[in-house]
Each structure stands twice: as C-alpha cells, then as structure tokens.
C-alpha cells in the first residue's frame, strides 16, 4: 500500500476541497450548516485584492470561513480557522462530497491523461492552507519528479492560493528551471499576482525582469529598477542592469556615475566591463582602457571581456601608427570578430580619415546591425555618405546625427546638415541649419562660417560679412573651414577679402541627390532625407513637401 504525507492542518486551520456540480445548491447547504455553529455571511472588503470569495465569521471573529469555488476545476475550497475547525471540519465532509489529499495523490500517481495530472497537481496545492507548508510537503518532490504537466499544476495551483507567501516559492520555481518553460510559468504568474497587489515582488525578481529587458526595452528595465525600494539595498546585478540601461539609452555620464562603485565579487567584472564600455562610446579612451584592464584582471579569459580589452586596446595605441598600420591591425581584429559592431566603427573611422568613403560605408552596414544603439554611428554614417556623394543618404543620417551622437562629436554632428545642404546646393536649408548650431553654441567659428557662406550663396553680402566677422573674432580662418569643409559649386569672392583665404570649388553633380541610386519606387525628403513611396505627397517623417529629384 502506497502512503502519502498528509496536508496536516495546523491546531487552527482546515481546508477543505468539496466536488462540486450544483454551486447553487452546495453553497446553500454550507451557509446552513455554518450558520448552526454560529457563523454569519459577512460583506465583501472593497478593498480586497484577492478573488471573489463567500466569507462567514463568528460574532466575536474568533472564526472565519472562506469559501471560494473554481468553477474549471469543479471544486468549492474551503478554508477554516478557528479553534472548531477539525469539528466544524468533520461535520460538513457528512453532508458534502470532500476530495480526500490521499485520494488527489493517488489520481496524480494513475492519471489518464497529463491534463488529468495538472489538474489534480493544482488540487493537491489547495489543500493546503498556504504556499510554504505545500511545497515543503510535497510540492519540492512533485517539481523534482515532474513531467512538465505536473510542474504546471504546481505553478497554477500556487497561483490560485493568493497567500502572502507565494512569491517566494514562485521565485525559487524560476530558478531552480531557469531557462526552462516551467521557469517562464513561474515568471508570468509572479507578474499576474504583482499586478494584481496579490505579492511584492522580492528586488532580486524586479532585478532579473530587468535584465531580460535591458536589451530591448532599456527604458522599461530602468522603470523597473526606480521602483525597487530606496529603504533596502539593492541586489548587486541590480547596479550592473542601471549601467547598461542607462548606457543603451545614451546616458553615458550618468552610466559611468551608476557603475561608479561596482560591487564586491562575481559582478564586479561584469560592472567594469560595463563602464569601459560606456567610456569607449563618449569618447574617453583613457578611462576605458584603465577600466577594461581592471576587468580582466578580476575574470581573465572570458570572452566578452577580452574582445573588448583588444578593441579598446587597439584604439588607445593608435597614436603611434601610420594610417596603413593601423588598417592592417583592425583588419586583423575584425578577421577575428567579424561581428563586433564597435570593431567596424574604428576601421570606418580609420577608412574616413584616408578618404576611402565605400570602404567605410561597407562597414558602417555592418555596424548597423550589430551596435545599432551606438550614438556614434549616425554621424559616421552621414561621414561616408556624404564623402561618397550619397547626398540623400547623407542627409538622412546627418538628421539623425544631430539628435544622436557621442559626446566628443558634438560639433562634427551638429554642422553636418549645413555641410549636406551645401552639397546638396540648398543655401536656404543651409542657412537654416546653421542658425540652429549658431543659437546653440554662438561660440563656435565654423558655426558663423556657415551661416555667412550661405548668406553670401542668397545675394545677402551684408549679413555675410557680418557673419564672417564673427567667425574670424572666434578662429582662425583655416581653422574654422577646416572644421566646416564645405562642398562648394560656386566662388566666394566676399569671404575672400574678409578672410584672405580662398575656398575651393567643385563641379556640381549632374543629379542633385550625387551618386546615390534610389529605388524609382521611392524618393527622398529634401528637408531630413527620410525614403518615401513616390506617390505620397509629403514626407512620412517631417510632413515636408519638398523631395529629391
């Protein structure tokens, strides 16, 4: 004969399961039989998070009886607390069919079906009063033992007791099969019950919810993480997922600031490597080479933290290389990570710097899908695109580029939709880009430059000159057209005698938009360079009018 452990009621509480098939009827029968021992209906708590439930009490509240039916299982659960509730227990399994424990682990054991398992496994969990005392009794073993339909059952019937002490036993579901579907169970009832007020997830769970959206949802897991409880320390991964939220999101400063103390043992590493990396994209190679080494000090030989130690390494040493050195080193690296999108960055870099403007848009394509994120490949996209003669192209990431870039491109990203609507022999928009920098950083010489150019391109030789003025107050002539360099189809006479420098002219391409080929199905804006269908009227991004020919 085959015994089973027992859900042992405690000296105060009962539940009961009663198969139920007329609801109506059975709940009339239970409201009697209470009443007799002088239990009486109370009112529903608005405020109540829990399921809907029949709840009966004594005058003096010294006894309760709490009815709930599940209605898909064909139960009625009932739980009493009280000093009666063995007698008051007894009583009621006379009148009503009560599913005996032994009788719910014998039909797990010979079920028909894995379906019939999952149900009786959830059964087997509302006997009990709560979740802690069911998984210590016999809810661990079942999990162990399996199959899956029974993990399920487990998992729903936690879910169905609603007791305060579910997450924990949910929590631990998830990482004893991590990676598994009975882990992922586990996780979407936590979340159900924490939606509900049910449960407070614990701030490892918030934590690890983070981490699965830090990638994709960066703004959402640093959502999660400000709710974490200010009062209480945070989990160590907690400090890593901040960084690289805020590192995804372009916060670079405010990342380094967040990875500023990294915690002790197995994530320090990790935080480090996190916060070299943050360094390396604002530009500060220096901090992230000190970083980087600090990492592969506290974990040598792992991966990711070694690939980024020959990147970084690399950049930090190419002071002392010929262009053509350098190229050979990077073409080097990326034979060997081919799919490092910050690799392919250095080597666009490296491409632009020696005027080869195809080799650096192959790898910017590159790039694009494997550091999408990174804020400095807007900019060295409309780099390439424009030293290509892609104009529309070139338009399209200049517009992004002066809303995305690192922070040591900031003037570079700024100007380049003034430089493209030079190019693109657009002095109006020009004008107008370069007013935008001007307003911003009035201090900038290549800023005014711009502007003055423009004015001079539109006949407005005063404004111009006044323009020159500011920039030669500010720098250098060859300084601020170094920074600036315009594509110029047309002399410049007036900023000649202003400046004593003469700018180089270009002949004009014989298409506006340069030798980029579109797709005859679609066409460019001629404000922010977005694709549209032809037969669209406006552009989908910017409602502009205007469109490359």
Sequence with gaps: ?????????????????????????????????????????QQPDPKSKQSRAVVFSTADDQANAVLRLYPDLGVLRLALRGGNAEELAQAIASYLPVVPFDTIMTQIEKGRTRAEQRIFAILLILSFPSASPAMQAIGQQMLAAGPDEIRQGIIQGLAFLESPDVGPELEKIAQDFAGQATAELAEK??????????????????????????????????????????????????????????????HFAQAIAALQQPPPGEWAARCLLERALAHEQSGDITAAAEDIGDARALAPGVEAIENAFARIALAAEQGGDSPDQRLAKLDAAILAQPEDGALRLQRATAYLAAARCADAQA??????????????????????????????????????????????????????????????????????????????????????????????GLGEEERAQSAYEQALQREAASAAVGRLQPRLYRATPLWTRCSGDTLPQQPAPARKSGAEAVDPLFKRCLDCGTLTIQRRTSCKSCSSRDFLE
């Design 1 to 41: 004969m085959t015994t089973h452990p027992s859900a042992t009621p405690t000296p105060e509480t009962r539940i009961l399961l009663i198969a139920s098939q007329q609801p109506q009827q059975e709940l009339g029968l239970l409201a009697q039989l209470l009443g007799s021992q002088g239990y009486t209906p």
């Design 363 to 456: 790898d910017l394509a590159v790039a694009a899908k494997h550091a999408a994120t990174d804020p400095r490949l807007p900019t060295l996209q409309a780099e390439a695109h424009l030293g290509a003669g892609h104009l529309g192209a070139a338009l399209y990431a200049a517009s992004l580029a002066a809303k995305t870039f690192a922070p040591q491109q900031e003037r570079q990203a700024l100007l380049l939709r003034s430089r493209v609507f030079f190019a693109l022999d657009e002095a109006r928009r020009a004008l107008a880009a370069a007013r935008d920098v001007v307003n911003k950083h009035p201090e900038w010489a290549e800023a005014w430059l711009a502007v003055g150019l423009a004015l001079e």
């Design 189 to 250: 009832a936590m979340e159900q019950l924490v939606e509900r007020g049910l449960i407070v997830e614990s701030p490892a769970s918030v934590t690890k919810r983070a981490a699965d959206l830090v990638l994709s949802h960066p703004d959402q897991a640093l959502a999660l993480l400000d709710g974490l409880d200010p009062a209480q320390p945070p989990p160590p991964q907690a400090i890593l997922v901040r960084g690289q939220a805020l590192r995804a999101l372009g």
